[in-house]
């Protein structure tokens, strides 16, 4: 799933945007399931009154994310401080 904030315009211009991993358990034969994401680390700048319209948040499925996340390399092990 996709989060994103985005100031609509002539040039839009993504503000805040992250991928998150959501697991969600579909059981055989049932074609939706209601789940729930919260997600308490969404913070921007509070927009001016005459910009504040144009600000949209944005939420969705992002297959292309997904597969990116699944090609990152793992990170190396922390080498131990001497």
Known sequence: MRLAVVKEGLEPKTIWTRFYSVPVTMPPGQPNVLFTQIEEDLTVPMPSSK????????????????????????????????
């Open 51 to 82: 910009d504040f319209d144009q600000y949209v948040i944005y939420v969705g499925f992002d297959p292309e994310g997904a597969a990116m996340e699944k090609k990152k390399p793992a990170r190396p092990p922390s080498k131990p401080n001497r």
